[in-house]
């Protein structure tokens, strides 16, 4: 593979390869990778997930989020060989078999696309905002960044301000994510609400491990 | 991207012996594997510190030790540090995007490098990178570049929204080196570029932070950032301010600027004046202008001397809205 043409190595050094496991929507892959492939190409070009999306390789779109260890991530600034054993979600496993995730239902009832080249990010993203809105993380739109968060249209504007749309279609895609992040709520007992609060309230270690939805698959 | 061997380092003694000197820690990557790809950077090798154990927040005399290794999202989710220090929250909530600040460490972010579009470029020249071969950013695209503190050799800034918050939390970085770990204040810690910008901060090559003290606070806090747009930017200007008040007069009061010089920029000379003043807006402005006297603004950045001016104003003024009759 050759993991980024962007400036050539004109070192003439020859390639290291280092062995990895990834777990990538619940299955299992042993690689041998390039030590400068990022995540992002080695699920595109070593596993033919090509849901996930390059558009800029700097970290600056969002195209090519996924989910790993249940918190969304760019794949672009991620080096595969740093993530050795992680558990990755991408666009391909948000669904179960056939029936879809409540955002990417959500997605297709608000038609919150057009082109569909930012959807798949934009899909990991947003159920990362859901499951960080559950957890209490405040962002910086929060009138008191120490208290509870709602997940109002100015919250997932700025929550979801990693992910660009060049085709606009902003107004639906926070429409599909408020309706999600609703029933989300709605399903869930004000205890439970409680609950995830006080487990954001702990001193956080790093990756604080898969989230419940991770968990319960 | 030149091709670089990779090693996970278990301990801070292994981290500090695999470094020679064609190596870099990585943290989350986020700059580092950016800037390897632009060539900007070429290690020969990269030292994972991300599994090392600094990866807690912890209290620490009255304070709190943040380990080197926590990333960005969970620093900014500590229920202790959204209630103790909202300022710090609030700048590391206000940089970069959901997932970059899941994979940003404290480490990385404090010794993220410019963002001057020369500095990111290998085919033009660059004090910083490139020692010696001039600046062209003083003559050619500097609208956001510093204000304060620059010098021929260079006009960058300091990126970090973080570290902002840090400089008015008094806070010191620990570093690990070869003779044993040390705590340098934040005010020693980043430099001004002077005649050798290739320097953004005191470090030594090979040393390692391992986290950052923050002593304790006792007053009341906030950040705020001024960007091109409204989310996912860089800071025109940022200030991060703590002011006391009682009985209408400051009792003490600390603030920093972003996005105005090649480090956090702590306004000294207007805490000065404010410490012993009535808490009112007319007082805000006196010691923001008096601070901007030391400006020099570049061609195309002056917009930044009213900007600054104005966000001290009003940063402080929500800290402490000047009640009618208060002094003035
Ligand atoms: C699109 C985009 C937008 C951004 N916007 C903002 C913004 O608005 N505000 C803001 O503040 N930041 C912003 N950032 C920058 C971001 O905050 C940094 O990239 C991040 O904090 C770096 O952390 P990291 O762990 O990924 O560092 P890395 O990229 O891994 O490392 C950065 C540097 O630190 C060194 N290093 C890392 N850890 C250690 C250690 N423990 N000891 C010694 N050296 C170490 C590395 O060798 C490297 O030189 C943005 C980044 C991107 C890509
Ligand atoms: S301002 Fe500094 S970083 Fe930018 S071109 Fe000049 S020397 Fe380089
Ligand atoms: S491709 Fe990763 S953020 Fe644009
Ligand atoms: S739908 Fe086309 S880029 Fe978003």
Redesign the pocket.
């Known amino acids: 593979m050759e993991p980024d043409m962007e400036s050539e190595n004109v070192s003439g050094e020859p390639p290291v390869r280092a062995e990895i496991t990834l777990i990538v929507n619940g299955r299992e892959h042993r690689l041998a990778v390039d030590t400068r492939a990022s995540l992002l190409d080695v699920l595109r070009e070593e596993l033919g997930l090509t849901g996930t999306k390059k558009g800029c390789d700097?970290?600056?779109c969002g195209a090519c989020t996924i989910l790993v260890g249940g918190r969304r991530a760019n794949g672009c600034?991620a080096l595969a060989v740093a993530h050795d054993g992680a558990d990755i979600v991408t666009v391909e496993g948000l669904a179960h078999g056939d029936e879809l995730s409540p955002l990417q239902a959500a997605f297709i009832e608000r038609d919150a696309f057009q082109c569909g080249y930012c959807t798949p990010g934009q899909l990991c993203s947003a159920t990362a905002v859901l499951d960080e809105a559950a957890r209490g993380w405040p962002s910086v739109v929060t009138p008191d960044v120490a208290a509870e968060p709602e997940l109002d249209e100015p919250e997932i504007r700025e929550r979801m301000s990693g992910n660009i749309c060049r085709c606009g279609a902003y107004v639906n895609i926070v429409a599909a994510v408020r309706q999600a992040a609703a029933r989300e709520t709605a399903g869930r007992r004000p205890t439970e609400r409680q609950a995830a609060g006080r487990e954001a309230a702990g001193h956080g270690g790093a990756g604080q491990g898969p989230t419940e939805r991770e968990a319960a698959r | 991207m030149r091709p670089f061997t990779y090693e996970r380092a278990r301990s801070a003694d292994e981290a500090l012996a695999l470094h020679d000197g064609d190596t870099?820690?990585?943290?989350?990557?986020?700059?580092?594997?950016?800037l390897m790809r632009l060539g900007v950077e070429r290690p020969a090798r990269l030292v994972d510190?991300t599994r090392l154990p600094y990866d807690r927040i912890e209290e620490h005399g009255g304070g709190l030790l943040i380990g080197?290794a926590v990333r960005?999202s969970d620093l900014a989710a500590d229920r202790t540090v959204r209630e103790r220090y909202p300022v710090l929250a609030e700048a590391v909530l206000a940089?970069?995007s959901g997932q970059?600040r899941n994979?940003?460490?404290v480490?990385?972010?404090l010794?993220?490098r410019t963002r001057c579009s020369y500095f990111q470029n290998v085919t033009k020249p660059c004090n910083k990178r490139d020692p010696g071969s001039g600046c062209p950013a003083r003559e050619g695209e500097h609208h956001n570049l510093a204000i304060l503190g620059h010098t021929p050799h260079c006009v960058a800034t300091h990126?970090?929204?973080?570290a902002v918050a840090l400089a008015v939390l008094d806070a010191s970085v620990r570093v690990r080196g070869g003779s044993g770990e040390r705590g340098v204040r934040l005010d020693e810690f980043y430099r001004l570029p002077g005649d050798d910008p290739s320097r953004d901060t005191t470090l030594d090559p090979g040393?390692?932070?391992t986290g950052i003290q923050v002593p304790p606070l006792g007053m009341a806090s906030r950040y705020r950032k001024v960007r091109e747009r409204a989310s996912?930017?860089?800071a025109l200007v940022s200030v991060a301010a703590a002011l006391d008040v009682a009985d209408g007069k400051v009792l003490d009061c600390r603030v920093a600027l972003g996005g105005v010089a090649h480090r956090p920029w702590r306004a000294r000379r207007a805490e000065e004046m404010l410490r012993g003043a009535p808490a009112t807006e007319e007082s805000y402005l006196r010691a923001a202008r008096a601070e901007m006297e030391a400006a020099q603004p570049l061609r195309d950045n002056g917009f930044k001397v009213p900007l600054a001016t104005n966000l001290i104003v009003r940063t402080l003024s929500e800290l402490a809205p000047s009640k009618p009759g208060d002094g003035s």
């Open positions: 700097h970290g600056q600034l | 870099h820690y990585l943290g989350g990557g986020t700059n580092l594997v950016d510190v080197a960005n940089g970069a970059i994979q940003a460490t480490g990385g972010n010794l993220q990126p970090s929204d973080m040393d390692l932070v996912f930017a860089f």
